[in-house]
């Protein structure tokens, strides 16, 4: 189906009479106009900024300081690009030597652009209590996109949507701006590739995938722009249409994890050198950096927290979106042979708790999860390291609804329960909401805490202190906790191996 309608669209006239263009957002009269900002820790006391303009730049440049009125500072490069198909550039600064902790101010050199601000990155070690937020799975609200509004027995349609998003969840990451210092979004973002489920999209669907785009990173940009906000991929970036064996029908620019690499691979971090005192971890650490694949797989440390970033969908055996892989969209690899799994063990092995206590890992697709199987092979080539280890708690999405698990190991669960368990934590986090709707809950496992799929909601992570994690789940239209709950670690051994 897809293939015929792809070679309808030389109809114009067709498509005019009968279905109305892709929705693509207005170009702005000034081309250097900066759209779809993005901050992201790139690095020890370094934030990079990305942001597309509707042409490319000779050298995109950032001013910056700690005062709105003297951004004294400048930081530029020469990495504007963009891929067939993209009517944008995407552009990346990235700022060096920050304080840590500190609020600075900042604007993207053009014209047409605002003074904007971001907290800098924790340093490692620091001890201070803070918060971030886990938000898996959204996809474009409004005209492109569905909500639920309570209502599980169908999707509902909004033909036009208030400026404030007032139903959605970035309304209330916008709302709590000031109750987290980042963001984690382990993948799926926009959902292009379900451009196929609007009539309006049919005779259009490269140019329906590239407008969807543009529209979700444009309403994502009032959260990213003021708030470092960590990436890594899920299925919705791998092609054009998430539809098996049909990979092969998307345009140039439109598979294999085009678009995500574009907008995130100079923005994301490597791996962090280590702060430790032990000279194991700092060859570790070092290891992990050369193997790292940004924005693939690489790892970052705040505050009291190392976080690892892994890639469910590729580069590992039977990785589902790999070559040969289950889900059939044939993307990848995007490294050597076993690269990702040793740069995970590097990086695990590199992590001392007397400098970052908690260890977190995030990722798409779980292997836990009620209503349904999870990832078999993800579970196979991540788990058993996870474990070794000493993972505290595993992040993951996918399936479209919130969830909390005990600490579990082998589909055992841990007999310590939340009380310094040995297996890491699971929870899923992907019910922020897309056009695909949300999961229902499904049958339960035994050693399963949590589970909501009413409405749209998200994750809230807080440190409180080097032995003391709360995990509460949000419901995204009021704010309320649905759930909370709080694992205690020990922390006493400096590197862990189980």
Known sequence: MVNVLTSMKGLPVLAGCVFAAASYPTIPTDLTTPVQQRLAINGPNSVAIGWNTYQELDQPCVQYGTSSNALT????????????????????????????????????????SSVEHFFSPRVAGDTTPFSLNAVIDMGVYGADGYTIQMDQTKRDTIPTIDPSLNHTTIYQLANTVDDYEFIVHPGDFAYADDWFYKAKNLLDGE???QAILEEFYSQLSPISGRK?????????????????????????GQKNFTDF???????????FPSTSAVETA?????????LANPPFWYSFEYGMVHFIMINTETDFDDAPDG????????????????????FLEADLASVDRTVTPWLLVGGHRPWYTTGGS????????FEPLLYKYGVDLAIFGHVHNSQRFQPVYN????????????????????????????????????????????????????FLDANNLQVDFIRSATGEVLDTSVLYKSHTEQFVVQ
């Open 261 to 271: 690499m574009t907008r995130f691979g100079e923005t994301m971090s490597t791996a």
């Open 207 to 209: 140019d329906a995938f």
């Open 323 to 342: 070559q040969g892989g289950s889900a059939g969209l044939n993307s990848g690899p995007f490294g050597v042979a076993d690269q990702q799994l040793e």
């Open 228 to 252: 470092v906000y960590m990436a890594s991929p899920g299925n919705h970036e791998a092609a054009c249409q998430e539809i098996p064996y049909t990979t092969g029908l998307c345009p140039a």
């Open 73 to 112: 500072l400048q930081a530029c490069s020469t990495s504007s690009v963009t891929y067939a198909t993209s009517r944008t550039y995407s552009n990346a600064v990235t700022l060096t030597g920050l304080s840590s902790a500190t609020t600075y101010y900042y604007k993207i050199v053009s014209t047409n």
């Open 374 to 381: 999870g990832c078999d092979p993800c579970q196979a080539a």
């Open 282 to 290: 700092k060859v570790n650490a070092n290891k992990a950096q050369l």
């Open 411 to 462: 589909n055992t669960a841990d007999s310590k329960g939340m009380d310094d368990p040995t297996a890491p934590m699971y929870i899923v986090a992907g019910g922020a909401g897309n056009i695909e709707g949300l999961s229902a809950v499904g049958s339960n496992l035994t050693y399963n805490s949590f589970a909501y799929a009413d409405d749209f909601s998200y994750a809230k992570i807080s």
